[in-house]
Structure formats: C-alpha cells, structure tokens
C-alpha cells in the first residue's frame, strides 16, 4: 500500500511556516540613552541600536530579523550606535581605553573588530587619550586630594590605565621635592590636632602611608616629630 501523496499546498505552508521559525524576532526593547536603545532577539542576540529612519523598526517587539539585517545590526549597526554611546561617555568625563570598553561590552558590544574601529575613531579624532587623561587625573590628585606616588599609581591601575604611562607619568609629576613638600604639608596640618608628640608621631606615619607616600619619606618626617623639629 503506497503512501498518501502530501498536498503541494501543504508542502509550501510548512515551507513557509519553517522559515518564520528560523527568523529572529524582537523579543525586548529597552531605552538606553537618547535614540540608543537595546534589543534582545528570540535567537537570544542583543544589538545596540541608534533609532534612525534605517532602525526603528527593530525597536518593536515581534519586529523580523532577517540575517543581513543582522549583519548591519552587528557590524554597522553596531559601530554608529557605539560611537553614539562613547561620544555620551566622554562629553561626561575623560575615560581610559579600557573603562570605554568595559562600558561597551556592558552594552553587548564585544566583537573585537568593531571595538577597535570605535577605539581607533576615537583616538584618532582627540577623544580618546590614556595619557592626557593620566596628566589631568594627577594634577586634580595633587591639587585637590594630596596623595603620595603609589596611592595615584592604584587609582590609575583601577582606572585601567597602561602600566609603563603610569610610570612616565609618575616620574614626570613626582619629583622627590613634590613628594616631600606634599608629604611634609599634610603632617603639618595631622599635628595641629595632636598635643602628644609621640602619639602624634605614630597618627602622621599611619596617616602618610596610607595616603600613599615613599616610606623612606614617611620615616624621616615621623623621626623629625618624635626630634621636635616639627612642633
């Protein structure tokens, strides 16, 4: 007994039936900052998105995907809506390298390529700078929150700045003098409050270390207490 012969019409509803199943479907749009928005697909991909004439149909839920709007989306798509977002970033604040693509993989964008695209735009049109923002955050520190050479090298390394800019860096602004000097200020200003001098001499070492100042440096101005050359 031979097998029923499947409708033609039925072979095509299923055919097309298949191909809706096989595309991607905004399944969540959420507002991120001005026209940026995110999308997460049924495919569970998520694309940054810049709302334009090009993209706003992507921004409702159950909106097709087909795979070359998937590739604008990850590719194109994705470096106009980067670039978007970083240009908001840094008309905040200066960022570093890796703080702007920390913040760009928090937003899904993590393909190698077009982070360097971004990162290169940047740099090349004065946006991005690891070394100007590394002079700036220094002179705010000593201006503004005295602190020894290695407190400021921490800040920098949590700030994700290059290892060998924080050295250059660092030689340029920290002479010996500059760190005594500032060293030297903030011992005096700890000694007004203590009327014991051997207390006094304890609290300023403590104090000066964790503010991030040479040892050797902290040595000699708590030695000079405990001498009273600094009452």
Known sequence: ???????????????????????????????RWGRLYTIVTSLEKRYLVLKGPGTARFLEEG?????????????????????????????VRDRTVRELEKALANEGIVDREIVDVVIDRLRSNGYLDDRRLTDSFI?????HKPSGPYLVRAKLRKLGVDEEL??????DHFS????????????????????????????????????????????????????????
């Open 139 to 143: 002179e705010y520190m000593l201006a």
């Open 63 to 91: 909106a097709e995907i087909s795979e070359e709007e998937a590739v604008y989306l990850g590719g194109e798509g994705a470096v106009v809506a980067a670039l978007d977002l970083s240009y908001r970033l840094l008309s």
């Open 176 to 231: 010996e003098e500059v760190e005594r000097g500032l060293a030297l200020k903030l011992a005096l200003k700890k000694l007004s409050r203590i009327s014991d001098r051997r207390k006094a001499a304890r609290r300023v070492h403590d104090f000066l270390l964790r503010r991030g100042f040479s040892e050797y440096i902290v040595n000699n101005i708590s030695a000079n207490i405990l001498a009273g050359k600094l009452d």
């Open 166 to 171: 924080i050295e250059e860096a660092i030689a």
């Open 1 to 31: 007994m031979g097998l029923s012969p499947i409708p033609i019409r039925m072979l095509r509803s299923r055919r097309i039936e298949e191909i809706r199943m096989s595309l991607d479907k905004v399944v969540e749009v959420r507002r």
